[in-house]
């Protein structure tokens, strides 16, 4: 009698009596499944973006709900968006990739380019051009379309980033600098040899990142240690990020939580700043977005784009007092705000 744990021992027994073209068909048809399924996937991603589902179940974005409740990994979900959101564009783009004509990496190359020359050039394409820009990278790989896209965009060679986190949480980083960044580096270097000396890059870069933060934030936390330098930059840098996602959406607007700005003012509600010792005391607390979910308690903890938010709002009488104040991100500012909660 097999034991449940010889299922595997079965099916392994089960292929090896396959025939070498049985075990290709069966494989085939295995891989046109899952393209199948894929699509499908990919419309129920487009689906959860339309309704922004995500921000009810405390996720920021619908890239981090992928992540934490779906339980893909980072790359798998930014292929998957950028497919699903083509394919709100391009619907023939969910057929393709359902026949293997296209690939959802293809399909993400595109989008990733796209949003460069969008940025680089202000270039945007119609859904028609994004159409026939797809219909070029048809049975192509990988490769072959990185270079049909780079030379219909005139892409500058590329200078890849790669970053990975080792078993002790040290991150490798593999960069590419130009002739003229390494120089200036190695100048900074040259000026820091007094007060580093023999200092490796990646000292004097933590070090040049250590005194701009201080500049910033102020120098309460000076480091002891490498470890303890190594979080502590990274602690103040975000909460540099933090300050300055909040100053460019919110202090045009009365330095409040950003989307109450035009209501408030349509409300005539006080425009009165929260003072910046208490701002940056909310951004500083260093736990992210506190936006929960009612129903599983679970928090956002977001460290992006945070804005201060009003537990009690101004418009309810919410006064700047630090314990009605929190941070939030920009996402669940604009959600809370909107749905009522
Ligand atoms: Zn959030």
């Given at each position: 009698?097999?034991?449940?744990?010889?299922?595997?021992?079965?099916?392994?027994?089960?292929?090896?009596?396959?025939?070498?073209?049985?075990?290709?068909?069966?494989?085939?048809?295995?891989?046109?499944?899952?393209?199948?399924?894929?699509?499908?996937?990919?419309?129920?991603?487009?689906?959860?973006?339309?309704?922004?589902?995500?921000?009810?179940?405390?996720?920021?974005?619908?890239?981090?709900?992928?992540?934490?409740?779906?339980?893909?990994?980072?790359?798998?979900?930014?292929?998957?968006?950028?497919?699903?959101?083509?394919?709100?564009?391009?619907?023939?783009?969910?057929?393709?990739?359902?026949?293997?004509?296209?690939?959802?990496?293809?399909?993400?190359?595109?989008?990733?380019?796209?949003?460069?020359?969008?940025?680089?050039?202000?270039?945007?394409?119609?859904?028609?051009?994004?159409?026939?820009?797809?219909?070029?990278?048809?049975?192509?790989?990988?490769?072959?379309?990185?270079?049909?896209?780079?030379?219909?965009?005139?892409?500058?060679?590329?200078?890849?980033?790669?970053?990975?986190?080792?078993?002790?949480?040290?991150?490798?980083?593999?960069?590419?600098?130009?002739?003229?960044?390494?120089?200036?580096?190695?100048?900074?270097?040259?000026?820091?040899?007094?007060?580093?000396?023999?200092?490796?890059?990646?000292?004097?870069?933590?070090?040049?990142?250590?005194?701009?933060?201080?500049?910033?934030?102020?120098?309460?936390?000076?480091?002891?240690?490498?470890?303890?330098?190594?979080?502590?930059?990274?602690?103040?840098?975000?909460?540099?990020?933090?300050?300055?996602?909040?100053?460019?959406?919110?202090?045009?607007?009365?330095?409040?939580?950003?989307?109450?700005?035009?209501?408030?003012?349509r409300r005539g509600v006080s425009k009165q700043a929260i003072?910046?010792?208490?701002?940056?005391?909310?951004?500083?607390?260093?736990?992210?977005?506190?936006?929960?979910?009612?129903?599983?308690?679970?928090?956002?903890?977001?460290?992006?784009?945070?804005?201060?938010?009003?537990?009690?709002?101004?418009?309810?009488?919410?006064?700047?007092?630090?314990?009605?104040?929190?941070?939030?991100?920009?996402?669940?500012?604009?959600?809370?705000?909107?749905?009522?909660?």
């Open positions: 009698m097999p034991q449940d744990s010889d299922f595997s021992q079965t099916v392994k027994v089960n292929l090896f009596e396959l025939t070498n073209e049985e075990l290709h068909h069966r494989l085939l048809n295995r891989a046109a499944d899952e393209r199948r399924l894929t699509h499908q996937i990919l419309q129920l991603i487009a689906e959860v973006d339309q309704r922004k589902l995500y921000l009810p179940m405390a996720q920021a974005s619908l890239f981090d709900y992928l992540v934490t409740l779906i339980g893909y990994t980072p790359a798998s979900a930014q292929r998957r968006i950028d497919a699903a959101r083509m394919m709100q564009q391009v619907p023939e783009v969910g057929s393709k990739i359902e026949n293997g004509s296209l690939k959802l990496s293809q399909v993400s190359q595109v989008q990733k380019v796209l949003r460069l020359v969008r940025k680089t050039d202000n270039l945007q394409l119609l859904p028609d051009e994004k159409k026939d820009l797809l219909a070029k990278l048809e049975n192509k790989t990988g490769a072959e379309s990185e270079l049909i896209l780079a030379q219909e965009f005139k892409l500058p060679p590329q200078t890849q980033f790669r970053q990975k986190i080792q078993q002790d949480e040290s991150v490798r980083i593999e960069l590419t600098l130009s002739k003229e960044q390494i120089e200036i580096v190695e100048r900074a270097k040259a000026l820091l040899s007094h007060a580093l000396p023999g200092a490796t890059l990646a000292e004097v870069i933590v070090s040049l990142a250590e005194r701009y933060v201080r500049t910033r934030v102020g120098a309460k936390s000076k480091s002891k240690g490498q470890t303890e330098t190594k979080m502590k930059t990274e602690m103040k840098t975000e909460t540099e990020t933090n300050a300055e996602a909040w100053t460019k959406s919110s202090i045009d607007q009365g330095s409040t939580s950003a989307p109450e700005g035009t209501e408030r003012q003072p910046a010792a208490i701002k940056k005391n909310v951004l500083s607390r260093n736990q992210g977005c506190e936006f929960r979910d009612a129903k599983t308690g679970r928090v956002c903890g977001s460290k992006m784009f945070l804005e201060v938010d009003h537990v009690q709002p101004r418009f309810a009488g919410g006064g700047n007092e630090p314990f009605n104040l929190r941070p939030m991100c920009s996402s669940h500012n604009k959600f809370r705000y909107t749905a009522g909660c």
